[in-house]
Structure formats: structure tokens, C-alpha cells
């Protein structure tokens, strides 16, 4: 989802017969929410250790998720001009190697902020 896409058109674009946004991008926009509505309840907390300190972090962890569902998209776009290439002529090994990894990137930082967002918020006291 970019800044200035719609809900709307972003259910459209999902909902598309196009390859991205895809998996990965839904999984980022699903944490994005996850943390902005918790970031929400943590403004309304008055008990330490939910305070604006807390809200802001989670703030970066909604920013990071929007970006990593951008980078997944662009990773797999990356990776689909390699696979054509590959087809039209021979191509280094290790340049293939390099697509998949690169395409591969964006989902795992997705998984790894996940777990982080939910072992700082174990951390906090939440269940």
C-alpha cells in the first residue's frame, strides 16, 4: 500500500489477478495495523510502562512494517526481471542467486519484526 492509496484500492489491488501486492505485503500491513492499534491503546494508558515513550516505538514498528510490505512488492518485481532475463539468455548463477535472496529479504525482516514487536510487548507485561 502506498501513502496515497486508498483502503479501497489497496483490497482492489490485493484482490487483483497480478502477482503483487501479494503474501508478504498483506503480512506487513497486517503488523502495521497490529501495532497502530496498539500504539492507540497505549495513548489512552496512564500505567507505566505504557506511556508516549511506548506508543512512539510502536509508531517506528508501524512505519518499518509499511515499508518491509513496499520492499517485499519491489523484491518480488526484482526477481521476476531476473527469471525473464534468465529465459532470453544465460545468466550467472549467482545473479539468480542474489534475485531469490533479495526476494526473500523483505518477508523475513517481516517475520523477524513480528516476533520483536511481540517479545517487546511480553516484555512490557502484555499477553
Known amino acids: 500500500?502506498?501513502?496515497?492509496?486508498?483502503?479501497?484500492?489497496?483490497l482492489k489491488a490485493v484482490a487483483s489477478k497480478q502477482p503483487?501486492?501479494?503474501g508478504g505485503s498483506v503480512a506487513a500491513h497486517i503488523?502495521?495495523?497490529?501495532?497502530?492499534l496498539f500504539a492507540m491503546v497505549a495513548r489512552f494508558s496512564r500505567n507505566?510502562?505504557?506511556?508516549?515513550?511506548?506508543?512512539?516505538?510502536?509508531?517506528?514498528?508501524?512505519?518499518?512494517?509499511?515499508?518491509?510490505?513496499?520492499?517485499?512488492?519491489?523484491?518480488?518485481?526484482?526477481?521476476?526481471?531476473?527469471?525473464?532475463?534468465?529465459k532470453a539468455q544465460a545468466i550467472n548463477q549467482a545473479d539468480l542467486d542474489a534475485a531469490y535472496i533479495a526476494a526473500a529479504t523483505a518477508p523475513m525482516r517481516i517475520f523477524e519484526l513480528t516476533a520483536l514487536s511481540?517479545?517487546?510487548?511480553?516484555?512490557?507485561g502484555c499477553s
Open 1 to 10: 500500500m502506498t501513502q496515497h492509496q486508498t483502503v479501497e484500492d489497496w
Open 20 to 22: 503483487t501486492p501479494g
Open 31 to 36: 503488523g502495521a495495523n497490529a501495532t497502530a
Open 48 to 86: 507505566h510502562p505504557f506511556g508516549p515513550a511506548f506508543a512512539d516505538a510502536l509508531d517506528q514498528h508501524t512505519a518499518r512494517f509499511l515499508q518491509l510490505g513496499m520492499d517485499d512488492a519491489a523484491g518480488y518485481q526484482q526477481l521476476k526481471r531476473t527469471l525473464k532475463q534468465a
Open 118 to 124: 511481540f517479545s517487546h510487548n511480553l516484555s512490557k
